[in-house]
């Protein structure tokens, strides 16, 4: 039983940890506190499976943890807050993927709404479906995926770095 439960989890953190640390870096948080985050959510949903208890859509159950997570430690530090909604957003890529196309990327990202910004990052870089998004962000699925398709409008617009 633990075996399955290890199993089980392992193969959830290799699916989706680093979606969701990007996704609490996108909220706000540090790359250390991320990674806190992060591991915060997956330790309480291990504590929940392992009491026997039913999660019916993990991603989206960590998602959520992920985002109250966040939000509360940018309430308790209020200065950090402030600081880090200034910081420049490069670094949430990885910067071996081409200068040009990340930091394309990052503003490009970086200049959406919040809420438009969230589902991105949930659908793309975290693989969630649309269900799961509304379920980890307490909205129906339609305006989840009328979120990701004007985000999509908006980010189209964008003007790319030229290719060589």
């Known amino acids: 039983m633990m075996d ?3 199993d089980r989890l392992e193969r959830l953190v290799d699916d989706h940890a680093a979606g969701l640390k990007l996704y609490a870096r996108s909220l706000g948080a540090s790359a250390d506190a991320a990674e806190d985050i ?5 330790a309480g949903l291990w504590r929940q499976l392992a009491d026997g208890r039913k999660i019916d859509v993990p991603p989206a159950y960590l998602a959520r943890c992920v985002r109250h997570a966040a939000g509360r ?3 308790r530090d209020a200065r950090r807050r402030a600081v880090e909604s200034q910081a420049p957003t490069q670094d949430w890529f990885d910067p071996d993927r081409g200068a040009d196309l990340t ?3 990052a503003r490009a990202v970086a200049s959406l709404p919040v809420k438009q ?6 659908k793309i870089w975290s693989g969630l479906t649309f269900e799961q998004i509304g379920r980890a962000l307490d909205i129906p699925i339609s305006t989840a995926g009328h979120r990701y398709r004007t985000a999509l409008e908006t980010l189209s617009r964008e003007e790319k770095p030229h290719e060589h």
């Open 4 to 6: 399955d439960l290890s």
């Open 38 to 42: 992060v591991a915060e959510a997956f």
């Open 73 to 75: 430690r940018l309430q």
């Open 103 to 105: 930091a394309w990327a």
């Open 117 to 122: 910004r969230e589902v991105v990052i949930l």
